[in-house]
T-cell receptor
Framework: DQQVKQNSPSLSVQEGRISILNCDYT??????FLWYKKYPAEGPTFLISISSIKDKNEDGRFTVFLNKSAKHLSLHIVPSQPGDSAVYFC????????????FGTGTRLKVLA | SAVISQKPSRDICQRGTSLTIQCQVDSQVTMMFWYRQQPGQSLTLIAT?????????ESGFVIDKFPISRPNLTFSTLTVSNMSPEDSSIYLC????????????FGPGTRLTVL
């Protein structure tokens, strides 16, 4: 049972345009969400997080939106750059204090120059 | 964040052998974890490495197959025992508790291939 789903395995976007990566979850107890970026041969790098008490969190070019009623979150990257090409994972936790996160299967983003 | 290193970065092993992966952090951290990422799959938590006590394993993972040590607050090892080709994965350690945050920070991973 995949509690965190990233239904798009890949996405291609032109440089300068917006990239939107989506993530759906099934467990209504999840209350903390994170996005990670992973380059080949490297470990995942933390990008941005959001708590369930918010519906938006912004950090530079990265914005995460949370729709609790739809159990959906999305990561927006504006403007997209070729260096953003990587695999993006969303992760969720029901109890941040335990630091146990359930990861999605990832979306491979390719930003075309 | 912290600097997290793993050794080895990759290895090719024979069926039936064991491999120990090391994870070193440049600062003391509250919690350390071990994950596995099988080809085309997501990251799956194997266990929480507890300092000074036995690791806490997730469902589907057992100590005999994946013994873990954590002798101090900056170092941990994961052993993959009696390996089979199904153990071919990327193994990652992660840490949390830096500056009181909830985020996990990952090491570069160890790519294991079992023949």
């Amino acid at each position: 049972d995949q509690q965190v789903k990233q239904n798009s395995p890949s996405l291609s976007v032109q440089e300068g345009r917006i990239s939107i990566l989506n993530c759906d979850y099934t467990n209504s107890m999840f209350d903390y969400f994170l996005w990670y970026k992973k380059y080949p041969a490297e470990g995942p790098t933390f990008l941005i997080s959001i708590s369930s008490i918010k519906d938006k969190n912004e950090d530079g070019r990265f914005t995460v939106f949370l729709n609790k009623s739809a159990k959906h979150l999305s990561l927006h990257i504006v403007p997209s750059q070729p260096g953003d090409s990587a695999v993006y994972f969303c992760a969720a936790s029901a109890r941040p204090g335990t630091y146990k996160y359930i990861f999605g299967t990832g979306t491979r983003l390719k930003v075309l120059a | 964040s912290a600097v997290i290193s793993q050794k080895p970065s990759r290895d090719i092993c024979q069926r039936g052998t064991s491999l120990t992966i090391q994870c070193q952090v440049d600062s003391q951290v509250t919690m350390m974890f071990w994950y596995r990422q099988q080809p085309g799959q997501s990251l799956t938590l194997i266990a929480t490495a507890n300092q000074g006590s036995e690791a806490t394993y997730e469902s589907g993972f057992v100590i005999d197959k994946f013994p873990i040590s954590r002798p101090n607050l900056t170092f941990s090892t994961l052993t993959v025992s009696n390996m089979s080709p199904e153990d071919s994965s990327i193994y990652l350690c992660s840490v949390t508790g830096l500056a009181g945050g909830n985020e996990q920070f990952f090491g570069p991973g160890t790519r294991l291939t079992v023949l």
